[in-house]
């Protein structure tokens, strides 16, 4: 077994050191923040990812957190990069992190590995090992080691992996990393390290086009009377396309998705090349989220004075990330628009990202004499939601199903106004019926 140095205690960074614990080997995680590292010493986790705590927990004795990076690289035969790479105002992505991590190595004895496991732009393995080159720092070797993980299933993707990418510059270092993951018996493509980084930004660059195509479907099919539940279900069943990605609804999120596209396309900018599918591509998700303005004001005219409750705050469920969250813009826009919005999660905790926003504790707090609901995160909570007693909280029973995570048909049974992403609906659906006044006699 291997001792790894992890610099990084997000979210990327814990969870590839909790998974190398739990195969057996000694693992150090370094962060710069101290009041992240006393909380975890503490043994109190800053992320919300299910599984995380428990396998930190039952991994304490091959795991330890400090602020000292020469502490995480004493003897560490791995050095792992697992810093953030936000986007800039420009769309490149920011590597100031990554080489702070570089500024902070001590003198390294024998031959660690520097891994990079942050999601950086073709080209920085060559950067960053022409300045290791440059310091004196030729010994160590490098090697790219892109995540694939999704955020609330990360634990579970880690260790139950479709492949391992390793990118390294000499054979024997990406045979080394390779290695790390052995117990795991999945496949492991070996290439260059530019190839390597772009396997990542090009795996979420089309998992992105799957989302906006089938949202784009979805749109359709609301003007054509079909319903995209049934197109997406036949879609997927095509061995050439498959299932996975064919949720139509108001548009991703997160940390990586809108960051890589960014970086993906300012990186063909830079090499002189325009990448017209994926201009389309953020084009169309962030259109989507706007759509549900739209669908509000089909069924309630002007929103201001209206009050709107959003259900669901963090960019998906199961974590309490809001980065590039749904939610943020939608809230946006509703206040923009005069609307008085209030927010519910279960786990997100979104400050000052929705100021103005009144945050309940309960999901009928959240809709009381609210005009309409708004599904933004599919909750498994939320899945009740067209309930008599939501009916009687809210003053008008709109509900707007961002997720189409509710039946329409259950909804509108139960007095509802229902509208979905892609699905035929009438802008009169579940509302009570008016007789037709009698015609006065001349």
């Not at 020469?70 to 936000?86: I, N, W």
């Not at 969250?325 to 400050?351: F, H, K, M």
Request: net charge negative; charged share 25%; with cysteine.
């Amino acid at each position: 077994m291997s001792k790894i140095g992890i610099f990084g205690a997000g979210w990327v960074g814990l969870v590839t050191g909790s998974c190398f614990a739990e195969l057996g080997h000694t693992v150090v995680v370094r962060d710069v923040l101290p009041e992240k590292i006393d909380a975890l010493n503490q043994g109190r986790i800053p992320i919300h990812e299910p599984g995380l705590p428990e396998l930190i927990q039952e991994n304490r004795d091959r795991m330890r957190f400090t602020v000292d990076p020469a502490e995480a690289a004493q003897d560490a035969e791995f050095l792992y990069v697992c810093v953030g790479t936000p986007s800039t105002y420009a769309g490149d992505a920011d590597l100031s992190a990554v080489w702070s991590v570089l500024d902070d190595l001590p003198p390294l004895p024998g031959r660690p590995v520097l891994v990079m496991k942050s999601t950086v732009p073709v080209g920085t393995g060559e950067t960053v090992r022409a300045a290791l080159d440059a310091r004196g720092l030729d010994h160590i070797g490098y090697a790219s080691n892109p995540e694939f993980l999704a955020e609330g299933t990360a634990v579970r993707d880690f260790m139950n992996a479709d492949r391992i990418v390793v990118g390294a510059f000499e054979p024997e270092d990406g045979d080394r990393v390779g290695a790390l993951h052995e117990k795991l018996e999945v496949p492991v493509v070996r290439s260059d390290v530019a190839s390597a980084e772009m396997i990542k930004l090009a795996a979420n660059a089309f998992l992105m086009t799957r989302i906006s195509f089938i949202n784009e479907i979805a749109n359709v099919c609301e003007l054509v009377g079909a319903d995209v539940e049934e197109v997406a279900r036949g879609i997927g069943l095509d061995h050439r396309l498959g299932p996975h990605f064919l949720r139509a609804g108001i548009g991703y999120g997160g940390s990586c998705f809108p960051k890589d596209a960014s970086a993906l396309k300012q990186l063909a900018s830079n090499s002189g090349y325009h990448f017209q599918l994926l201009s389309a591509v953020i084009e169309v998700n962030e259109l989507q989220k706007r759509r549900v303005i739209a669908k509000l004001q089909k069924h309630l005219g002007r929103l201001r004075g209206k009050r709107v409750a959003l259900l669901g705050l963090a960019f998906k469920p199961n974590t309490d990330d809001m980065r590039e969250a749904p939610s943020i813009v939608l809230a946006s826009r509703l206040l923009a628009e005069g609307a008085e919005v209030r927010g519910w999660d279960p786990v997100a905790q979104p400050g000052d990202l929705l100021r103005g926003v009144l945050i309940c504790d309960t999901v009928l707090d959240a809709v009381r004499d609210a005009d309409a609901a708004v599904i933004v995160t599919e909750w498994a909570d939320l899945r009740d939601l067209a309930s008599p007693h939501v009916r009687d909280a809210m003053r008008n029973p709109l509900i707007v199903d961002g997720r189409n995570l509710l039946d329409p048909r259950a909804a509108e049974q139960q007095g509802f106004a229902y509208e979905g992403v892609g699905r035929a609906t009438s802008a009169f659906a579940g509302l009570p019926e008016t007789a037709e006044p009698e015609h006065e006699r001349a």
